[in-house]
Each structure stands twice: as C-alpha cells, then as structure tokens.
C-alpha cells in the first residue's frame, strides 16, 4: 500500500470520499518497477468493512479492446497472418459481398471503417450469438471507409471475429495464449468470475434484473449479450497485471506482440482527421503531442496510459458506475492523476 503521503493516494482517497467512486486502485512505473501502488475506498458503499485492496479485481470494460483485441491483432500481423491494408472481403468469406468489403482492420483499429456507432446488438439482432455476428457484419456503413474517425464499439467486436476466423480459437483462449500467460497476467481474465474471485471484485451498476449491483458480471450489455466475452468488454483484472502489460510495451518480453507493434501503434494514423487516432489507441486528453502519453478508457471508470518518450507508464481503476452514470467528476480525477503521473 502507499504511504499516506503519496499524492496518488490523497487526491483518490479525496475523490473517493466526495462520492466520486466508491474505491480505486492505481499502479505507476516505469520499465523497470512500479513507482507507486495502492487502493482506497470500499468494495461496495453498503459494507464499510469491505476496502478496496491492491489485489481487487475491476471490470475493466473497453480496456478489453487493447489487453485482449489490440495485443492479439499484434501477433497476427507479427507472424504475417494478417494484413492491415488488404480488403476484409479479398481474404474473409464472411464479409465478402458486404458493405464491410471493402474496409481493412487498418480502418477498424483507427475507428475509420464507417460503422454504426452504437451496438443496439439485441435490437437489431436478437439475442442467439450467430444472428448477431451475421447481423454486425452485413450491416450497412456510415461513411466509406476513411472518410472520418467515429468511436465504435463495433470496430473491436469485429476485429475479435476476424482474429476467430484466422486463428478458429476463441478470442478468450488467443488472450490468454498470446498475452497473458507470456507476460504472467494471471489474474487477468473474461467473467463470469467464479465465487471466490467474485467476493474481491468491486461492483458496477445495479443490475434492475438481478436485484442486485453485478458483481463478477460484466457490466457491458453486448458482452452480456455475446456470454460475457467479446471484444468490446468482458475483462476483469488487477492493476498489477495490467502494469505487466504496460511494462511490456517499455521492454518487451519475448513471446508475444512485438515492439514494432506497439511503436506502428502508438503513432497518429488518421492524418489531418479529428480526433487523431494510433491503432486502437489515441493520444492522452490534456497532454501535447511531443509528450508522447498515450490512452484508452473503459466505461465503468477505468483508465490506462503509456508513454514511451518518458518510459512510463499509469493505469488507474475505479468502480464509479457503481454510484454514477455521470462522467464529469472522475474525468476531472483522472486528468489530475494522470498530471501527477507523467509530469
């Protein structure tokens, strides 16, 4: 735990106190240690005998698209198994003849291929896995491809199709054979949580079907939706492990995606289109271009950045969901923190 004089712990306890979250749990480092770690606040506001602990487990929500989606793209374009600029339609059957066509994974990673921006997934599609999947990719575009830069959870869920379909695993079992297990995240994995690890995870959002917050659940519908496990969400781990994560984009540990992906990514690819875009990742809100801070957020209240100029990196996560649906008082939080962790 960090001492008490730790800034990171008095501007997150601060926040967990004004009923910004109910806990967090933050590590910094960089390549070669964690600078700073800790927790504050509770697991779940009506048990004040519960804290939040280094080792609690957090749905990390979109965070899933880079540990899970963005790093195993990495090993599929590392062993020439997959080439960003080909057409989805001149190599995969099933998007031969759609609308996706004609985009590339270079467009979905850099939020550019044109697809609707919400999931809408049960709506539009109904609630068997397979009339969803047909239903995603034979759905028609926005734009053509590269026109501009739209957020999508889309993007990820289809990039976790394409990689079944190179690969014929399954998107859970490629993220832990590809990424976790070669960088010792082993507390890192898709729910439902089993009971034991579900009385250490911090809870979402209160849950109208279930009377109850969820808890070991992914709070992400679609994820729901799809079993808990897709690209979009479903991913629950610890701050430790996803510093071993972010260390490995710093020093690479052999196995796994290269250093020439994490550097091809963390580099703008959209050109003069806004906002800018890397591949999956988009440059740190609030910082200048030459800092080189790179980030990703997750809805339920999580955050990771990495910079290579500065050879550090931060993660903090948070339960916020669990009190608010409002973004404004963590967003002002995690501006803060992430000041204090790159300056």
């Known amino acids: 735990m960090a001492q008490r004089s730790d800034p990171f712990e008095r501007l997150l306890g601060e926040a967990a106190r004004a009923g910004t979250y109910p806990g967090a749990a933050w590590a910094v480092g960089d390549a070669r240690t964690t600078l700073s770690a800790g927790a504050v ?13 280094p080792d609690t487990l957090f749905d990390v929500a979109s965070l899933t698209k880079i540990l899970t989606v963005w790093a195993v793209v990495g090993t599929l374009v590392d062993a020439g198994k997959l080439d960003l600029t080909a057409p989805l339609g001149s190599y995969w059957p099933e998007a031969a003849g759609r609308p996706l066509a004609g985009a590339t994974a270079h467009h979905l990673l850099t939020h550019t291929a044109g697809l609707p921006l919400r999931a809408n997934l049960r709506h539009l599609y109904g609630s068997d896995p397979q009339d969803v ?13 590269g026109e501009a830069v739209a957020y999508t959870d889309r993007a990820a869920l289809i990039l976790g199709y394409l990689a079944e379909h190179l690969t014929r695993q399954p998107l859970p ?34 849950d109208a079907e279930s009377g109850a917050p969820l808890r070991g659940v992914v709070h992400d519908f679609s994820a729901r939706l799809l079993g808990g496990a897709c690209g979009i969400a ?53 910082m200048e271009p030459a800092e080189d801070v790179w980030a990703h957020f997750g809805f339920t209240g999580t955050a990771l950045w990495v910079s290579p100029a500065s050879g550090r990196w931060a993660v903090l996560l948070t339960n916020r969901l669990r009190l608010t649906r409002d973004p404004d008082p963590l967003t002002r939080v995690r501006n803060e923190f992430r000041t204090l962790a790159f300056r």
Do not use: N, Q
């Not at 995240?185 to 959002?205: F, I, K």
């Not at 972010?246 to 806004?274: C, D, K, N, Q, Y």
């Open 234 to 286: 479903g991913v629950f781990t610890t701050t430790a492990d996803i510093g071993r994560f972010l260390r490995h984009l710093l020093v690479p540990v052999p196995g796994t995606f290269s250093a020439e992906w994490t550097a091809a990514s963390l580099r703008v690819h959209t050109g003069p289109l806004i906002p800018p875009r890397g591949l999956f990742w988009h440059p740190a809100p609030g």
């Open 133 to 145: 999947r047909d239903g995603v990719l034979a759905e028609p575009l926005r734009h053509r491809p």
């Open 173 to 206: 079992r490629l993220a832990e054979d590809r990424v976790w297990t070669p960088l010792g995240m082993t507390e890192t994995r898709y729910g439902p949580l089993a009971a034991g690890a579900r009385r250490r995870c911090a809870p979402t959002e209160y």
């Open 41 to 53: 606040g509770l697991l779940e506001p009506s048990d004040p005998g519960g804290p939040a602990l």
